[in-house]
């Protein structure tokens, strides 16, 4: 990409938007606490096939996120800002990959800078651009192989640079996210290479041999990854990222995943999704309804938005977040209305004043919309912290660590993911307790051992209560066995 003046101001934009007081505020919710939980035993254990969580196997995703967040915590030690700059890149490579790929189909500088900027300042991909996960690189490889593969589309013949794009989005949404991180660019292809077909009145076999090929070649790095976790844990391993963590998820027969939601979830999701900008993008949809079969650019994002909210609506496991992948597309269509209410505009500005003044100065009203989303969104980041109190786990990590700097053993009985956060913050393994048995076992060898339990109460097993530590719904009793002394 050619960095023009319009593509740097873009550059700006975005680097200001994502890596803003990156690391200003602790690790919030079950999400960061358990993947940077995860990079950082990746870490410490140099383990870079096997992603494990307090001493676990954690095969729910391939590991794309965890070896870049392992690789910066390397480079830049176990800093909160290290973990959270793959989701930044991802969020800033996003934005600009659409700004280029626009300007490559032939929109104007204007409309391509909009669409991008429209994506940067969308609330739910800013907040996710900025977190510690998958989703954000999930995003960037779908948007990869759904905008070249269309720019290829395009082309009179073999667009070789495009199509190695095509597969390298392929490779990126495979290793982040597994077989859904194919199903998302999958489906869209499908049915948008379905409606030509039909449109046409004609079947191109070549149409759709090039992408099902490529995809093939885009998924040689999850092939190698797969080859080297069957080597350390076998078919159960491989089947637990593919089956279990896949179509088990899509299907709800993996129970154990949660998020499980009524059909209507995203419905009612629709009035926040893509804000700022979400109701031109549904306005947009509507108003483009009539052109979809003479405007292939149009069609093709129209599809990209409702084929894979159709695809999110199917399946049983369900959370906002995995909308964001929606969101290009949205921006998109929310732009291109933007030019249909401006040429409107400029229509009424002979009868009406207020349109006459809109459309004349709809620069200056465009970049004063945009400066006050920006600026809310910097205060947003600022006052981030300020949910740390009840979203993060690090007081529980904070209390570990200093009864271990008194001399005392933790040991975390069956924990939960959240307590990935203790991994983090102490940049050290932790031991943990499987059974009562083990807790028990733990607690008699040393009056020095302390277990982090959820619940105090253990039949059988007398326990006197050290501290407690409540992180909002949650609480986490720090506990030693109890002397005949102290129970009396």
């Not at 379905?194 to 995809?215: H, N, Q, Y």
Request: overall charge positive; hydrophobic content about 55%.
């Amino acid at each position: 990409m050619r960095l023009t003046r319009p593509a740097v101001l873009l550059l700006l934009l975005g680097c200001m938007l994502f890596f803003f007081v990156l690391g200003n505020h602790q690790l919030q919710g079950s999400t960061e606490s358990r993947v940077a939980g995860i990079a950082m035993q990746m870490h410490l254990s140099n383990d870079w096939v096997t992603p494990s969580l307090l001493n676990q196997p954690f095969l729910e995703k391939p590991p794309l996120s965890l070896w870049l967040d392992a690789g910066a915590i390397r480079l830049f030690g176990g800093e909160l800002f290290a973990v959270r700059l793959a989701s930044a890149f991802a969020g800033l490579f996003c934005v600009m990959l659409l700004y280029t790929m626009l300007r490559k189909l032939g929109r104007p500088t204007a409309w391509a800078w909009t669409a991008a900027a429209m994506l940067a300042t969308m609330a739910s991909f800013w907040s996710n651009s900025r977190q510690v996960g998958e989703d954000a690189l999930l995003t960037l490889g779908v948007s990869m192989a759904l905008l070249a593969f269309f720019h290829a589309s395009r082309q009179p013949g073999f667009a070789r640079g495009s199509w190695l794009l095509f597969a390298a989005g392929i490779a990126i949404a495979t290793l982040s996210k597994g077989v859904f991180g194919l199903a998302l660019p999958g489906v869209v292809i499908f049915f948008f290479l379905l409606s030509e077909s039909l449109i046409a009145k004609r079947f191109v076999l070549r149409d759709w041999l090039r992408p099902a090929l490529l995809t093939l070649l885009g998924l040689i790095p999850l092939m190698i990854w797969l080859c080297l976790l069957y080597q350390r844990g076998g078919l159960q391993a491989v089947g637990q990222v593919l089956w279990t963590n896949s179509v088990g998820r899509f299907s709800g027969s993996f129970v154990e995943a949660g998020h499980y939601e009524a059909f209507d979830y995203y419905l009612r999701k629709l009035p926040e999704a893509f804000m700022p900008w979400n109701l031109l993008t549904y306005l947009g949809l509507w108003h483009f309804r009539k052109q979809l079969r003479s405007n292939p650019y149009l069609l093709f994002f129209c599809v990209w938005l409702l084929a894979q909210f159709l695809l999110l609506n199917l399946a049983s496991s369900k959370r906002a977040v995995y909308l964001m992948s929606l969101a290009p597309a949205a921006a998109v269509i929310a732009a291109e209305y933007a030019r249909v209410v401006l040429g409107w505009l400029r229509k009424k500005s002979a009868t009406s004043a207020v349109a006459r003044f809109l459309s004349e100065h709809h620069r200056a009203l465009a970049a004063g919309l945009f400066a006050c989303i920006v600026i809310a969104y910097l205060l947003a980041a600022l006052w981030a912290p300020r949910a740390d109190k009840e979203e993060s786990f690090q007081p529980v990590a904070a209390q570990a660590l200093s009864l271990q700097a008194s001399g005392k053993h933790i040991g975390l009985m069956q924990p939960d993911e959240r307590l990935g956060a203790l991994v983090f913050y102490s940049q050290q393994l932790q031991k943990t307790l499987d059974s009562t048995a083990e807790l028990q076992a733990f607690l008699s060898a040393s009056p020095d051992n302390i277990a982090i339990v959820e619940q105090p109460d253990v039949p059988g097993l007398p326990l006197n209560i050290v501290s407690k530590v409540s992180v909002g719904r949650h609480n986490y009793y720090f506990v030693s066995l109890a002397t005949p002394a102290s129970r009396t």
